[in-house]
């Protein structure tokens, strides 16, 4: 399975990024993008998986911010 993974940064800090990866994220999960480094904190299904494909929408913070 492939999971291709939209990740949005809260509050604009950074623009995120779309990736294909082999393992779905998890919250609670450290993610470095760009060389900086954001904690998962919300991870949902777009759409149902198709054939070998899943979309994802992954919301992360950067590390150390708190909620």
């Known amino acids: 399975m492939i999971y291709k993974v939209s990740y949005v940064v809260t509050g604009g800090s950074h623009p995120g ?13 450290e993610i470095q993008l760009n060389g900086e480094r954001f904690e ?4 949902i299904e777009l759409l149902p998986p198709r054939d070998d494909l ?9 590390v150390g911010e708190t909620p």
């Open 17 to 29: 990024a779309i990736i294909n990866q082999d393992t779905p994220p998890d919250v609670g999960e």
């Open 54 to 62: 899943a979309y994802l929408h992954a919301t992360c913070r950067p």
């Open 40 to 43: 998962i904190v919300e991870v």
